[in-house]
């Protein structure tokens, strides 16, 4: 039996489109993902707030209603490397919710931001309610793991340069333009993601720009033309 709630249309239905983008959930019917959405509660987060640490104990799958957030791993001397930005109808938390881990990152509030939270409790529930939804979700995670094959091999076999390439691919979306990034990260975010300087990155950048590649705007970068294969 699901754990009681006090029914919020509004934020249940949130939740549910939510809910369609993780992959985990990908092949669940919108009836029985509905169930799950109603276990949902809303928690508000001010900005520069930190939501989740790296290393805690897990325990809710985060959807993120409004607002953006960063991800990122840090180590003792205080070197971060981030992970990635995220906004509006994405999510994280999710290896917690289902390995019960420490968290494996940390998630810190860019701006004020409302996540609807769905505690593990009630995901186990749900799951045993419905072992159809709990094959999809393996089926999902088993896709999920040759895709991380495939990123860790790229990481491992690429130079700074490819590496920052496939960082700005990552970011850009397409316009008639060419392919533009609508929020322009510095170049210490860039260095971070990557990891490396953040001199290399400006000098890359620079070398880019000159070159008629990029085009570098007060808010955002635009890729005019397909980046050289090698730097």
């Known amino acids: 039996m699901l754990f009681p709630v006090v029914f919020n249309a509004t934020v249940s239905n949130e939740t549910l489109l939510g809910l369609k983008n993780v992959p985990y ?12 959405a109603a276990q949902a509660t809303i ?4 900005k520069n707030s930190t939501i989740i640490r790296e290393g805690e104990e897990g325990g809710a799958l985060f959807i993120i209603l409004s607002g953006k957030v960063q991800a990122y791993l840090s180590s003792a001397s205080g070197r971060m490397v981030i992970l990635s930005t995220q906004s509006a109808g994405s999510f994280f938390g999710e290896l917690s919710l289902l390995d019960g881990e420490p968290r494996s ?10 996540c609807s939270l769905i505690p593990r409790p009630a995901l186990k529930a749900w ?4 072992p159809d939804a709990a094959f999809s979700v393996i089926r999902s995670l088993t896709r999920r793991i040759r895709s991380l094959t495939e990123n860790v091999r790229g ?3 690429s130079d700074v340069y490819g590496r920052l390439v496939k960082t700005l691919y990552d970011m850009a ?3 008639e333009n060419g392919w533009i990034i609508p929020e322009k990260p510095t170049h210490q975010d860039l260095a971070n993601i990557i990891g490396c300087s953040r001199e290399m990155v400006s000098r ?11 085009s570098v705007e007060r808010k955002s970068i635009l890729i005019r033309r397909k980046l050289p294969p090698s730097w």
């Open 25 to 36: 959930f990908s092949e669940v019917a919108d009836s029985v993902l509905a169930e799950l």
């Open 43 to 46: 928690k508000t987060y001010p």
């Open 105 to 114: 990152a940390s998630i810190t509030a860019l701006e004020p931001t409302i």
């Open 127 to 130: 799951l045993r309610n419905h």
């Open 155 to 157: 990481l491992a076999l």
């Open 173 to 175: 979306v397409e316009n």
């Open 204 to 214: 890359i950048m620079k070398d880019l720009e000159r070159g008629g590649y990029l």
